[in-house]
T-cell receptor, first 114, second 114 residues
């Protein structure tokens, strides 16, 4: 049972254009959402997050949007750069005191063409 | 801080052999997670510890897998006996707690069972 779903395994965009990566979740208890970026032969690194009390969080070229009614979030990268080419994982958690385990999606491979 | 340290980076072993993966979390972090990355399932949580105590091991595939955290600075994931379908990249991650959901990942161990 995949509670966090990334239905697009890959995405290709032109340098300078917008990249939009999508993520859907099924567990309504999730209250914190994160995006991780992963380069080959490296571990995932945290990129940006959003709490369920917000619907948008922006950090430089990266913006995450949350639509709770649709159980959907998206990551926008604008403008896209070749260095953004990586696998992006969406993750969700239910915040509680005994550790915050993250449930991940299957990832979307982004390729930014020069 | 050197970050989360995993060893070995690569492991090739024969079916039926015992495999031990090692992890040193970031100093001061209260939670430790073991994830496995596969193409089909993305990043799946195997087990996580909080203050050295196993909290949720529901992701451990079967009894061949076991994990320990004897102290705050060391954890092991053991597979005995190993099978070809265990081939994957295994990641260790740690989290500082204190309501900070972001987990910090090691570089992973690529396991190949032949």
């Amino acid at each position: 049972d995949q509670q966090v779903k990334q239905n697009s395994p890959s995405l290709s965009v032109q340098e300078g254009r917008i990249s939009i990566l999508n993520c859907d979740y099924t567990n309504s208890m999730f209250d914190y959402f994160l995006w991780y970026k992963k380069y080959p032969a490296e571990g995932p690194t945290f990129l940006i997050s959003i709490s369920s009390i917000k619907d948008k969080n922006e950090d430089g070229r990266f913006t995450v949007f949350l639509n709770k009614s649709a159980k959907h979030l998206s990551l926008h990268i604008v403008p896209s750069q070749p260095g953004d080419s990586a696998v992006y994982f969406c993750a969700a958690s239910v915040q509680k005191s005994s550790g915050d385990k993250l449930t991940f999606g299957t990832g979307t491979r982004l390729a930014v063409r020069p | 801080d050197a970050g989360v340290i995993q060893s070995p980076r690569h492991e090739v072993t024969e079916m039926g052999q015992e495999v031990t993966l090692r992890c040193k979390p970031i100093s001061g972090h209260n939670s430790l997670f073991w994830y496995r990355q596969t193409m089909m399932r993305g990043l799946e949580l195997l087990i996580y510890f909080n203050n050295n105590v196993p909290i949720d091991d529901s992701g451990m595939p079967e009894d061949r897998f076991s994990a320990k955290m004897p102290n705050a600075s060391f954890s092991t994931l053991k597979i005995q006996p190993s099978e070809p379908r265990d081939s994957a990249v295994y990641f260790c991650a740690s989290n500082p707690g204190r309501e900070i959901p972001e987990a910090f990942f090691g570089q992973g161990t690529r396991l190949t069972v032949v």
